[in-house]
C-alpha cells in the first residue's frame, strides 16, 4: 500500500519560506501519477495549492500562492516538494501531499476528489 509521508513544516514569521517535502513509501511508486499540495485551516474546507503531473512536464497553483510557490518532483527518489517563498498568515494551515486517483493524467486536477491517497499533513504556521 502506498504510503505518502509530508515534512518540513514549522513556525515562520511573515515573508519567511519553507519546503515542504512528501516521501512516498511502499511497493507503489508515485511516479506514474500526478501529485498534489493541497491545505485546510480550522474551520474551513480543503482547498487545492498546487499539482504536477506525473513527468513534471505541467504545473497548477491556486491563485493565491501563485508566484510565491513552487512544486517539484524528483522521480527518482520518490519525492515531491512545496517551496513556499513570501508566506503569509493567511497560508497558515495543515498541508497534505495527495497522489492522483488516475494514472498518466497529462493535465493535472485541482479538484480534491480526484485524489484518493493522503498523507497525514503537516502544520505551516505563519505569524504576522
Known amino acids: 500500500q502506498v504510503q505518502l509521508i509530508e515534512s518540513g513544516g514549522g513556525l515562520v514569521q511573515a515573508g519567511g519560506s519553507l519546503r515542504l517535502s512528501c516521501a512516498a513509501s511502499?511497493?507503489?511508486?508515485?511516479?506514474?501519477?500526478?501529485m498534489g499540495w493541497f491545505r485546510q485551516a480550522p474551520g474551513q474546507d480543503r482547498e487545492f495549492v498546487a499539482a504536477?503531473?506525473?513527468?513534471?512536464?505541467?504545473?497548477l497553483y491556486a491563485g493565491s500562492v501563485k508566484g510565491r510557490f513552487t512544486i517539484s518532483r524528483d522521480n527518482a527518489k520518490n519525492m515531491v516538494y512545496l517551496q513556499m517563498n513570501s508566506l503569509k498568515p493567511e497560508d497558515t494551515a495543515v498541508y497534505y501531499c495527495?497522489?492522483?486517483?488516475?494514472?498518466?493524467?497529462?493535465?493535472?486536477?485541482?479538484?480534491?476528489?480526484?485524489?484518493?491517497?493522503w498523507g497525514q499533513g503537516t502544520q505551516v504556521t505563519v505569524s504576522s
Open positions: 495527495a497522489r492522483d486517483l488516475r494514472i498518466l493524467r497529462v493535465v493535472p486536477s485541482t479538484t480534491v476528489s480526484d485524489y484518493n491517497i
Open positions: 511502499g511497493r507503489t511508486f508515485i511516479s506514474s501519477y500526478t
Open positions: 504536477i503531473n506525473y513527468y513534471g512536464g505541467s504545473t
